[in-house]
C-alpha cells in the first residue's frame, strides 16, 4: 500500500496522484499511475527505491515515454521520472559528462555546439540519454555506446560505475535492463562545428519525410533485421 505521507518526506520533488501517463507518452495513451514520481536528486532516488523495494510497491522508470506502449488500464504502482533530477550536461576535463534525464536531442545539441563529433547521426531520436543508453540507441550506424566510457547505476540499492565493457552492449540491447541509469561519461574526438550542424539537418529532414512527424509516434519502431527469412 502506497503512504503518501512517507514518501513525501523522502522526495521533495513533485508527486502526483492517479496521474494520467498519456501527457508522458510520445503515443499521448496510457491510463493513469497509482503515484507519479519526480526525484530531485541521486539522494532523493536513491531512497525512493530502497523504501519501494521495501515496502513491495512496484515501480518502474519512465523517460519521455518515447518507446513504450502503456495500457489504458495504467500502471499500479510508483512512476518514477528523471527528468527534473538528472537533467545536466557538463564538460569535465576531456569528458562530456551527462545525467540520464537529459533528453538525447539537447545531448546532441550540446555536444555539436563544443565540438565533440560522433552523435550529430542520432539527431531527431526521441527520450531521454538514461534510455537511449539501456537500449543502446543509434542511427545510420553510430550507437550511443560507440563514444561512452561509462556510466553510473544504481544496482541492487548500490550505486556502481560500470565500464562500457561490462555494459553488454548489443545491437538495440545492453546488460543494464534491471539497472536504473544515473549518468554516463563519454569521451569524444573533435569535429568541425559546421560540418556537424550540417550533417544533422540533413537527418533531421529524412526524418520528417520518413516518419509522421505531425502525429503522435514514437520513431522508428522496428530493428533491422540480422537474419535471413525462411519459406
Known amino acids: 500500500m502506497i503512504k503518501l505521507e512517507e514518501i513525501r518526506e523522502i522526495v521533495k520533488g513533485e508527486i502526483l496522484i492517479n496521474e494520467p501517463l498519456a501527457k508522458y507518452s510520445t ?3 496510457g491510463g493513469p499511475a497509482d503515484i507519479y514520481i519526480a526525484p530531485r536528486d541521486v539522494d532523493e532516488l ?3 527505491i530502497q523504501y519501494l523495494k521495501e515496502e513491495g510497491i512496484d515501480f518502474i522508470i519512465l523517460g519521455n515515454g518515447s518507446n513504450v506502449l502503456i495500457s489504458d488500464e495504467g500502471f499500479r504502482g510508483a512512476v518514477i521520472n528523471l ?7 557538463k564538460i569535465e576535463g576531456e569528458y562530456v559528462v551527462a545525467g540520464a534525464g537529459v533528453k538525447l536531442a539537447k545531448f546532441v545539441d550540446f555536444c555539436i555546439e563544443n565540438g565533440f563529433r560522433g552523435v550529430e547521426m542520432m539527431a531527431g531520436i526521441p527520450g531521454t540519454l538514461g534510455g537511449a543508453i539501456v537500449m543502446n540507441a543509434g542511427a545510420y550506424s553510430a550507437e550511443i555506446s ?3 566510457v561509462d556510466v553510473d547505476v544504481i544496482r541492487d540499492l ?3 560505475r560500470l565500464k562500457k565493457e561490462e555494459c553488454g552492449f548489443g545491437y538495440r540491447t545492453s546488460n543494464l535492463t534491471k539497472d536504473v541509469v544515473i549518468q554516463a561519461r563519454f ?3 573533435p569535429g568541425d562545428i559546421e560540418e556537424m550542424k550540417r550533417r544533422r539537418r540533413e537527418i533531421l529532414i529524412k526524418r520528417n519525410q520518413a516518419q509522421p512527424v505531425n502525429f503522435p509516434n514514437v520513431g522508428s519502431i522496428f530493428k533491422k533485421s540480422t537474419g535471413k527469412l525462411r519459406g
Not at 83 to 89: C, D, H, R, T, Y
Open 146 to 148: 560507440d563514444h561512452l
Open 158 to 160: 548500490n550505486l556502481v
Open 187 to 189: 569521451k569524444f574526438p
Open 46 to 48: 536513491l531512497r525512493l
Open 27 to 29: 503515443f499521448k495513451i
Open 83 to 89: 527528468e527534473a533530477g538528472l537533467n545536466f550536461i
